[in-house]
C-alpha cells in the first residue's frame, strides 16, 4: 500500500489491468505514455520513488514500433537498481533480458493465486500520479484522490454522455494522458460500461480507421480531440461515408476548444444531423469536466463548452486587478470559485509547487491559465491559454480566433496562431497553416489568407507572417504543443525545452528551416 509503480505500456488491455490491479492493492500508478524517451521515463520514476515498472516489448504505432522494453532498459540505467521491471510480451519481438530485475507478466500470472482481497482504502488516499508538463521546469506529478476523483469520473462520465447499460462508449485517447485515466478506465468502468481501447492511430492503415472501428463494435458513444477531427475533415468525407455508423447516438470532444467549422463538420457528416455534440472543458489537473453540455438539456452552440456541470463555480477575473467580472457578457481569466470532487490533491513530493501554480495568482480561486469569454446568454467560450493572447498595438488578441478564421477557409486545414516580435506593434501575429490535400502553397495563396483573416475578423488580426506547416508539433495524445511555436515564431530555437512528448520530433526541424528566419 502506498507504494509507486509506473506503467509504460502500449493502449492494450494489460494497461488497464494494471491500473486496476494497483488500485485494488493500495499501490499508486504513474503511467508514463509509451512515446515519451527514456530519459522523460527515468525522470519519472525517479520523481515519484518508483519501485516497480510494467512494459511491454514494443509497440505498434502507425505501422512502426517503439521499443517500449529497450527504452525502459536505458531509462533504469539512470535509476536505482532495486527498480524492478515486470514485461508483457505483446508482439514477441525480440528483447534484451536482465536475470533478477526484468520478470515475464505471463509466468507471474499462470502461478498467481487468484485470491486478491482489496485494500480498504481511505477516500483521501492517493489513487495515481500522473505528470503534465509545464511550459518552463521539470513536469509536475499530479495527485488524484481514491474517493473524489473515481466519484467525479463516474458522475461526469454518466450524465455527459448520457451513458445507459448496455451502451459501448468509446475515447480515442491514450491511457497515458488524463482523459484516458477518466474516460477509458474509470470513469466507464465505475459505471459498467463497454469501454473501447484503441491501439494505433487515425490514419493508419487509412483515414477510415476511426468509423471502422465504430462500425466494427456499434459505438454508441465517440469522444474524440479537435486535432483528429480537423485532421480526417481534410481527407474528405468520402472516408466517412464508406461506414455505417448508425449506432452513434452522441459525440464529445475534448483537449482544446473546437473551432465551429470542425464542429459542422462532426454533427452533419459523423453524426448526421442526429446526435447530440459535447465539447468538453477540462484539465489534467481537474480529473473530469468543469464545462460541458448535458446532451438534450443545454442547446449547444458551436464552438462553446456551454455551461458549468453540477456544483462547478466558474468565474472570470481581470487578468490584472483580480476582480470578479461580474456582468453576463465579458471575457477575462478562467477561475474556479469553489472545490469540486475531481480536483487534484497536490503535485507529488512539492506542495509548494501546487499551491503557487493553481492559487497564488488569484488569492481564493484556482487559477486554470486559460482565457474565456462569456456571452450574453451565459456561454462559456475558451480563447486559448492566458499566455496565447497576443498583444497587438495594445489590443489584445485571443489566438483561437485566429486559428479559427484561417481553418474556415476552404484550402485549409489546420492552422495556429502565436505572437511574434514586431518593431512597431509590440507583437505581430505569425501563423503556421497546414493546407488541405491536394492544395499548394504559393505565395498567391499566402496573400490570400491575409485578406481573409482580415475580412473575417478585421485588420488588427490580419497576420504578419504566414508559414506553410506539413506538420505542427504535437504531443501524443494531439494537443500542438504551442511553446515550440512561440520560440520559433520568436528566433529563440536554442532553447526549445523538452521535446520528448512529441509525435513527430522532425517536425520541429522542418518549422525552423522554413521560418521567417531562414527564408532565402
Not at 98 to 106: A, S
Request: proline share 6%; hydrophobic share 35%; glycine share 10%.
Amino acid at each position: 500500500r502506498g507504494d509507486r509503480v509506473v506503467i509504460y505500456m502500449p493502449m492494450i488491455p494489460e494497461a488497464a489491468y494494471a491500473m486496476l490491479a494497483c488500485a485494488r492493492i493500495g499501490a499508486i500508478h504513474s503511467i508514463v505514455f509509451a512515446g515519451f524517451s527514456p530519459d522523460a521515463l527515468a525522470n519519472r520514476i525517479n520523481d515519484c520513488g518508483a519501485k516497480l515498472v510494467i512494459t511491454a516489448d514494443t509497440a505498434p504505432r502507425g505501422g512502426r514500433r517503439t521499443p517500449l522494453k529497450a527504452n525502459t532498459d536505458a531509462a533504469l540505467l539512470h535509476c536505482s537498481d532495486k527498480v524492478r521491471c515486470l514485461v508483457v510480451k505483446h508482439t514477441g519481438d525480440q528483447i534484451t533480458w536482465i536475470d533478477g530485475r526484468d520478470v515475464d507478466v505471463k509466468y507471474l500470472m499462470e502461478h498467481a493465486s487468484p485470491d486478491c482481497p482489496p485494500r480498504p482504502m481511505n477516500a483521501e488516499d492517493p489513487l495515481f500520479i500522473l505528470y503534465t508538463s509545464g511550459s518552463t521546469g521539470k513536469p509536475k506529478g499530479v495527485v488524484h484522490s481514491s474517493g473524489g476523483y473515481l466519484a467525479y469520473a463516474a458522475l461526469t462520465h454518466k450524465y455527459v454522455f448520457d451513458y445507459h447499460d448496455g451502451d459501448v462508449f468509446w475515447c480515442t485517447a491514450d491511457v497515458g494522458w488524463v482523459t484516458g485515466h477518466s474516460y477509458i478506465v474509470y470513469g466507464p468502468l465505475a459505471n459498467g460500461a463497454t469501454t473501447v481501447m484503441f491501439e494505433g492511430v487515425p490514419s493508419y492503415p487509412d483515414a477510415g480507421r476511426f468509423w471502422a472501428v465504430c462500425e466494427k463494435h456499434k459505438v454508441n458513444q465517440f469522444y474524440t480531440a479537435p486535432t483528429a477531427l480537423r485532421s480526417l475533415m481534410g481527407q474528405g468525407n468520402e472516408w466517412v461515408e464508406k461506414y455505417d455508423l448508425s449506432s452513434l447516438k452522441l459525440l464529445g470532444t475534448v483537449g482544446e476548444p473546437i473551432n465551429p467549422e470542425a464542429w459542422n463538420w462532426y454533427n452533419e457528416v459523423v453524426g448526421k444531423g442526429k446526435c447530440p455534440i459535447v465539447d468538453t472543458w477540462w484539465q489534467t489537473e481537474t480529473g473530469g469536466h468543469l464545462l460541458t453540455p448535458l446532451p438534450g438539456a443545454i442547446p449547444t452552440k458551436p464552438g462553446s463548452a456551454t455551461k458549468p456541470f453540477f456544483g462547478v463555480q466558474p468565474v472570470l477575473l481581470d487578468a490584472t486587478t483580480g476582480e470578479e467580472l461580474h456582468e453576463t457578457a465579458t471575457e477575462g481569466v478562467l477561475c474556479i470559485k469553489d472545490s469540486w470532487p475531481g480536483q487534484m490533491r497536490t503535485v507529488w513530493g512539492d506542495h509548494e509547487r501546487f499551491q503557487e501554480t493553481y492559487f497564488q495568482q488569484y488569492k481564493g480561486y484556482y487559477f486554470s491559465g486559460d482565457g474565456c469569454r462569456r456571452d450574453e446568454d451565459g456561454y462559456y467560450w475558451i480563447t486559448g491559454r492566458v499566455d496565447d493572447v497576443i498583444n497587438v498595438s495594445g489590443h489584445r488578441m485571443g489566438t483561437a480566433e485566429v486559428e479559427s478564421a484561417l481553418v474556415a477557409h476552404a484550402k485549409v486545414a489546420e492552422a495556429a496562431v502565436v505572437g511574434m516580435p514586431h518593431e512597431l506593434k509590440g507583437q505581430g501575429i505569425y501563423a503556421y497553416v497546414t493546407l488541405m490535400n491536394g492544395v499548394e502553397p504559393t505565395d498567391e495563396l499566402r496573400a490570400e489568407l491575409e485578406k481573409w483573416v482580415r475580412t473575417e475578423i478585421g485588420p488588427i488580426a490580419k497576420p504578419d507572417f504566414i508559414q506553410w506547416a506539413p506538420g505542427l508539433p504535437k504531443t501524443r495524445s494531439g494537443k500542438i504543443m504551442r511553446r515550440i511555436l512561440r520560440k520559433i515564431a520568436e528566433n529563440d530555437t536554442g532553447s526549445l525545452g523538452d521535446t520528448s512528448t512529441l509525435a513527430e520530433p522532425a517536425v520541429v526541424d522542418e518549422l525552423i528551416s522554413n521560418s521567417l528566419y531562414n527564408r532565402g
